[in-house]
């Protein structure tokens, strides 16, 4: 089919990279404007930028698609992309902005958005995060005909995944596999006037905020399943941190995560009960947990013992 895509991370690369090998023509593609990045915070290409360069497509990165002279640009080059007239249809993935009214009715047949969730449960910008920090038993990907709502559109294709021992990073790269294969799959039944699409349920609904930096400090006065699950949501990013007042309030990054199976050590929360080859136990408002990794700033990921070799912390050692 004639398409255009819309997207940015990751998340979506590997959807227009399916969408390509299965033959389709991919005649526009709209991403983010290039961000700085990496400790050089040099401005660097989005990964789906990068994929329809190797494959010669013309990138827009436009800062809206909502009012101005960039905007309507975009627009009149989406009307018409390679001189065949309307696209077919708009793949959109994990893209960034909001598409108005006027592009949603561009393609012949609509806008389809891969959705990383159950829908309606989890609409919104962090699904993936949100679902591992609630503690959902599964997740999944739902293939939606965009309306002007967040994430109300028709649902046309949907699959579920176990959530096991996930952290984000993990469960994003399964279910952005799974996303591919999903959407190729719409197409082949949108291209036989096989794909039915239903409304949402109206129970169900929940909102995936988008992850805020500030989220990210721990706060030892909570569960240690509580906690476990948010550093594991957190992870790679913004991962979860705290306070160490013995490093100069030095803020470490916390992994691996595990809720120990013992009796609360009548310590005071955020008291480091053990720093040893297994781990760093932690008292929590309620429950001990274990970290395994650790980060420091400026360093890179290390076993909590290694991390805080010669550091000074050790057992009696309180976390704020």
Not at 43 to 61: C, M, P, T
Not at 130 to 136: F, K, P, Q, Y
Not at 151 to 171: F, H, K, R, V, Y
Not at 252 to 277: H, M, N, R, W, Y
Request: proline share 6%.
């Amino acid at each position: 089919m004639r398409l255009v895509f819309a997207g940015t991370p990751a998340f979506a690369a590997e959807a227009l990279e399916a969408l390509l090998a299965a033959g389709h023509q991919v005649e526009l593609v709209l991403t983010q404007p290039d961000r700085p990045a990496g400790r050089g915070m040099k401005l660097q290409a989005s990964a789906v930028k990068q994929v329809a360069l190797r494959h010669g497509i013309e990138v827009l990165q436009p800062v809206s698609l909502r009012k101005g002279d960039e905007a309507e640009q975009v627009f009149n080059r989406l009307v018409d992309p390679c001189g065949k007239g309307r696209p077919e249809v708009m793949v959109v993935a994990a893209y960034g902005l909001i598409l108005p009214k006027r592009v949603l009715e561009v393609p012949l047949h609509g806008c389809l958005n891969i959705h990383a969730s159950l829908l309606p449960r989890w609409r919104g910008a962090a699904p993936i995060h949100r679902a591992i920090e609630a503690g959902d038993a599964q997740t999944g990907i739902t293939i939606m005909q965009m309306d002007e709502g967040l994430d109300t559109g028709a649902m046309c294709l949907q699959a579920s995944l176990p959530i096991e021992n996930d952290t984000t990073g993990l469960l994003h790269d399964r279910l952005a596999a799974q996303g591919a294969v999903m959407i190729v799959q719409a197409l082949e039944r949108l291209g036989s006037q096989r794909l039915d699409c239903v409304p949402q349920p109206t129970e169900g609904v929940t909102y995936a905020e988008k992850i805020r930096k500030e989220e990210a400090r721990v706060d030892w006065q909570q569960s240690g399943p509580v906690l476990a699950r948010k550093i594991a949501a957190f992870d790679p990013f913004p991962g979860c941190w705290t306070t160490v007042a013995s490093l100069a309030d030095e803020n470490i990054k916390l992994f691996e995560a595990v809720v120990l199976e013992c009796p609360d050590s009548g310590e005071a929360v955020g008291t480091v009960l053990q720093l040893g080859q297994t781990g760093m136990d932690v008292q929590c408002g309620q429950g001990v947990l274990r970290i395994k990794t650790l980060q420091r700033p400026g360093g890179k990921k290390q076993p909590a013992q290694q991390s805080l070799h010669n550091s000074g912390v050790q057992s009696g050692v309180r976390l704020s």
